[in-house]
Structures are given as structure tokens and as C-alpha cells.
């Protein structure tokens, strides 16, 4: 098995919601890559199981961990068994994510404080948890997957705007605090990707379309367009690109 020349054989990488959709994508090319995972999942084991399956078939060691990283707890154990099981923790990518929307005035408190937790929340803490550990090898790579939504703003998904935004500046402020830790922290921003968190706005012919057209390239990224620029951050090939975020869109939003 090839590592594709990125030299990450050995390493390991937690991949937060990483049972379907990107996250499932991602764990695929972190095996191909021979990188041994963490799977972070909340809801679906048997996705989850799947996944895992899949990647130690590309001869890997992979291991399923339930828990919501948006609580403190659970991310604190998350981190831990993931060094406790395989003796290091180099890669983190904070791909856990909820897409729920409505209208400014009657969005509940709940559907807000969801969302933000979800996405904010539980992006933070996930880096609080496996920021020790880095710093304690002297080396880490944080990815983290924001949205466009976070460069534009997306009415009627104002929630989610806000937290994908919130993680584009936790990011900026990640990569400067941690840069002496030899930790590198990056942002990937897709436009439309095809998941199961899509399907339902992608469903129909004329959405599909109208979602092709805003899109310069033509097509709706597939969820492996994403998780091949988030391992390249994890590579040396990155190494001295921290703070910077990934516009991974078919060039519907150009951001400089």
C-alpha cells in the first residue's frame, strides 16, 4: 500500500463525524494514505462499523469511538482513548457538522443553540481535548471543516452561517497561538458537496441544477473533492501552511 509520497504512514488522525458523508470520505484517504484512524460518531454504529471495516481492509488499524464532541466530556475521552490505543495523536479534523435552518424570526432557541453547539462548540472542544497531546509530541496538524456559508453568509441558514464563520475565526486564532507547538491549523471551505446532509436540497431535478449552475465547474462536489485537500493539510507537503482556508467549491466563491 502506497502513501501516496505524503509521508504520513504511522500517524494517526481523529476524524470527528467521520461514520458517512465527508467524514466517511475522509477516513477512506487517511487509510489510503496508511494512516490508522479514530472514528468519531454520534447516532449510526452500523455506518460507523462500516467504515471502520473499510479502512483496516486497506490494512490500517481503525476504531469506532460514540460521543458527542459539542460535550466537553465526551471530546476529553475522545482524545483520550484515541492516545491510549494507539500511542499518539497527530491529526485532528473537525468534520462533525449540523445543516438546519429557518427564517431569522422564527428560528427556535433551540434550532440555534443545536446548531452552534454542533458545529462552534463542538469544534472547540475537540481542539481542546487533542491540543495537549500535540503539544506534547511537538507536532499536529488541526483541520477543520467549515462552509462557505461561514465567507458569505446563507439566508435562511443563519445559524449555520454563524458557526461555520465562528470556525474560520477560531481557526485564524488557532494557527498563531499554536504555531510554536510545531501545530499547524487550517480551514477547508466546500461549497455543495453530495451528502447525506444535502440530499434532501438536492433531491429535485431543478435543485440540482440551479445548485450546478452557481457553480463555475459545473457539478456538485463529491464528498472524496474534500477529503483529498484535508489530507494534503495533514502532509508535510503543507507543512508550512497554517491559518489559511481551503476554498474547496468548484470556484462558486472566490475568497483571496
Known amino acids: 500500500m502506497s502513501d501516496l509520497g505524503l509521508n504520513l504512514r504511522g500517524r494517526v488522525a481523529v476524524v470527528t463525524g ?4 465527508i467524514g466517511r470520505a475522509l477516513v477512506a484517504r487517511f487509510a489510503e494514505a496508511g494512516v490508522n484512524v479514530a472514528i468519531n460518531y ?3 454504529e452500523a455506518a460507523a462499523d462500516e467504515t471502520r471495516r473499510a479502512a483496516e481492509a486497506r490494512g490500517v488499524r481503525a476504531l469506532v469511538f460514540r460521543g458527542d464532541v459539542s460535550r466537553v466530556g465526551e471530546a476529553e475521552a475522545l482524545a483520550r482513548q484515541t492516545f ?31 446548531v452552534i453547539d454542533t458545529n462552534l462548540k463542538g469544534t472547540w472542544a475537540a481542539c481542546r481535548a487533542a491540543v495537549p497531546y500535540m503539544k506534547r509530541q511537538g507536532s ?7 462552509s462557505t456559508a461561514g465567507q458569505r453568509g446563507e439566508s435562511f441558514y ?53 445548485a450546478e449552475a452557481s457553480i463555475p465547474l ?15 493539510l495533514c502532509s508535510d507537503w503543507a507543512r508550512h501552511v497554517t491559518g489559511e482556508v481551503l476554498n474547496v467549491n468548484g470556484g462558486s466563491v472566490l475568497c483571496g
Open 18 to 21: 467521520g461514520s458517512r458523508g
Open 218 to 232: 459545473g457539478r456538485v462536489a463529491e464528498p472524496e473533492d474534500v477529503a483529498g485537500p484535508v489530507v494534503f
Open 84 to 114: 491510549e490505543n494507539f500511542g499518539r495523536l497527530d491529526f485532528l479534523v473537525c468534520n462533525a457538522g449540523l445543516w438546519e435552518g429557518a427564517p431569522v424570526e422564527e428560528m427556535t432557541e433551540d434550532l440555534w443553540n443545536r
Open 140 to 146: 499536529g496538524r488541526i483541520v477543520i471543516v467549515s
Open 158 to 210: 443563519s445559524s449555520y452561517a454563524a458557526s461555520k464563520g465562528g470556525q474560520i475565526s477560531f481557526t485564524k486564532s488557532l494557527a498563531v497561538e499554536l504555531a510554536r507547538h510545531g501545530v499547524n491549523v487550517n480551514a477547508v471551505a466546500p461549497g455543495w458537496v453530495r451528502t447525506e446532509m444535502t440530499a434532501g436540497a438536492l433531491s429535485g431535478e431543478s435543485a440540482r441544477r440551479e
Open 42 to 44: 454520534v447516532r449510526d
